[in-house]
């Protein structure tokens, strides 16, 4: 089960839902920003321990540029994606930012088509309309 996607998926996604608890109670009495520093200092310490105790270190020598680049953009792709959701958590609900933010999977299938030339089939429509439709649901808070 270890060499499972699914179950690497299944976990990411119950560590996700447990960081949006956690960090919405640790946004609540700072700056968003600086909490977005402090879980990016924790994140970045405890994997490079991990990585570091996994990998052998002429690993890091190996890679080539191209990949540092992409590397390096996907890090600010994911460090504005957390500035964003912080403060999105700090402005509100937990249970109404989540979904919006899960929106990033309708992107990322928009994107792999667009950037990565990835076949879209009639699933990917279906699924990611009814990710829309969820997550529309899901933060639409009517007026009482």
């Known amino acids: 089960m270890l060499n499972s996607w699914l179950t690497w ?10 960081t949006a608890i ?22 970045l310490v405890f994997t490079w321990a991990i990585a570091l105790s996994l990998v052998p270190m002429a690993s890091v020598a190996a890679i080539s540029r191209h ?22 958590l700090q402005l509100g609900e937990v249970s109404r930012v989540a979904p919006i933010d899960k ?3 309708v992107f990322a299938i ?3 088509a667009v950037i990565l030339r990835e076949r879209l089939n009639w699933q990917h429509w279906l699924g990611g309309s009814l990710i829309v439709a969820g997550a529309l649901v899901l ?5 009482v």
Do not use: E, Q
Request: charged fraction near 10%.
């Open 9 to 18: 998926a299944l976990l990411s996604a119950l560590f996700a839902g447990l």
């Open 22 to 43: 956690l960090a919405k109670i640790g946004v609540a009495d700072i700056n968003s920003h600086l909490a977005t520093a402090i879980r990016t200092t924790v994140v």
């Open 67 to 88: 990949t540092w680049l992409m590397l390096g953009l996907s890090g600010v792709a994911t460090g504005l994606s957390w500035l964003c959701y912080f403060r999105a």
């Open 103 to 105: 929106l990033s999977v």
């Open 110 to 112: 928009v994107l792999a």
């Open 139 to 143: 933060a639409w808070k009517p007026a």
